[in-house]
C-alpha cells in the first residue's frame, strides 16, 4: 500500500515502514532500515481527528486498498 502525505510531497510505500504512530497531533511513519528516521505523513487540529485518519489508514489497508491519501485536516 502506498500513503500519499497530508501535504501531497511524500509517497510512502508501506512495505519499507517499520511502524506509524500518532504523536499528539502528528501521524509519522518510522523507516524500517533506521527507526529514528521517519516521514510526517499529517498534521491534524486535534488528537481525536489524528486517531481517526490513523484508524481509516488502518481499515483502508485491512480492505486491500492500494494507495491512501491522508485527508487534509
Given at each position: 500500500m502506498l500513503i500519499v502525505s497530508q501535504d501531497r510531497e511524500?509517497?510512502?510505500?508501506?512495505?519499507?515502514?517499520?511502524?506509524?504512530?500518532?504523536?499528539?497531533l502528528?501521524?509519522?511513519?518510522?523507516?524500517?532500515?533506521?527507526?529514528?528516521?521517519?516521514?510526517?505523513?499529517?498534521?491534524?487540529?486535534?488528537?481525536?481527528?489524528a486517531k481517526y485518519e490513523m484508524q481509516c489508514l488502518w481499515s483502508s489497508y485491512a480492505n486491500g486498498q492500494r494507495v491512501f491519501l491522508m485527508s487534509k485536516n
Open positions: 511524500v509517497i510512502v510505500n508501506l512495505d519499507s515502514v517499520e511502524s506509524i504512530s500518532t504523536e499528539d502528528t501521524i509519522k511513519a518510522f523507516i524500517a532500515a533506521d527507526c529514528a528516521s521517519y516521514y510526517e505523513l499529517g498534521t491534524y487540529a486535534s488528537e481525536e481527528k
